[in-house]
């Protein structure tokens, strides 16, 4: 079984742009995750989309955001970076609410 | 709301040596504490689940422990490829998020 795969594997941005990161789940996972790891915060919950509606969302501003399509598929998006936005995104997925999480590479996001 | 605390924040050990993680965590329902290890710029790789008091599991070198307050990973024997970050992580009844540990960077010397 394939495992979470995550596109593009390292993105450099400028500040002030918008960043999509995308995320394709294990085969049957109906549930995923987004976070946001940095050296100083660890990892940090952004939110969690199931069956295409957001479930969880964490202490983020609306900046960030993010949405589930028919395939389980997901995509984040990051408006008007700061350089504080530079870090590992990494998506997660799980069969079901209670099930252990699987994560993706991650995408090393760099703002300039 | 959830927390979780690891400890140590670091430890070295040499090839061999036997040591433990520990994850204090505090929440409301517990549902489920998960064990991930991560190597550098990698995600997190699933190693245990545990549900309930008591509960015990085991990997290789590695097993968990579990309870009311607090869950270990015991390290036995330890080889250099063990070397990564071990991350805790808790879900509580009240949400489905998972809170983790800011997690302990293990390197074990040969």
């Known amino acids: 079984k394939a495992g979470v795969t995550q596109t593009p594997r390292y993105l450099i941005k400028t500040r002030g742009q918008q960043v999509t990161l995308s995320c394709s789940p294990i085969?049957?996972?109906?549930?995923v995750s987004w976070y946001q790891q940095t050296p100083g915060q660890g990892l940090q919950f952004l939110f969690e989309?199931?069956?295409?509606?957001?479930?969880n969302k964490g202490n983020f501003p609306g900046r960030f955001s993010g949405r589930q399509f028919s395939n389980s598929r997901s995509e984040m998006n990051v408006s008007t970076l700061e350089l504080g936005d530079s870090a590992l995104y990494l998506c997660?997925?799980?069969?079901?609410?209670?099930?252990?999480?699987?994560f993706g590479p991650g995408t090393r996001l760099t703002v300039l | 709301e959830d927390q979780v605390t690891q400890s140590p924040e670091a430890l070295r050990l040499q090839e061999g040596e036997s040591s433990s993680l520990n994850c204090s965590y505090t929440?409301?329902?517990?549902?489920?504490l998960f064990w991930y290890r991560q190597d550098p710029g990698k995600g997190p790789e699933f190693l245990f689940t545990?549900?309930?008091a008591g509960e015990e599991k085991e990997k290789e070198r590695l097993k968990a422990t579990l309870t009311k307050k607090e869950s270990f990973l015991h390290i036995t024997a330890p080889k250099p490829e063990d070397s990564a970050t071990y991350l805790c992580?808790?879900?509580?009844?009240?949400?489905?998020?998972?809170?983790f540990g800011k997690g302990t960077l293990l390197t074990v010397n040969p």
């Open positions: 545990l549900y309930s």
């Open positions: 989309y199931f069956s295409e509606t957001q479930r």
């Open positions: 997660a997925s799980r069969a079901g609410v209670y099930n252990e999480q699987f």
């Open positions: 085969s049957g996972h109906r549930s």
């Open positions: 929440v409301s329902g517990l549902r489920g």
């Open positions: 992580a808790v879900q509580g009844g009240s949400n489905y998020k998972l809170t």
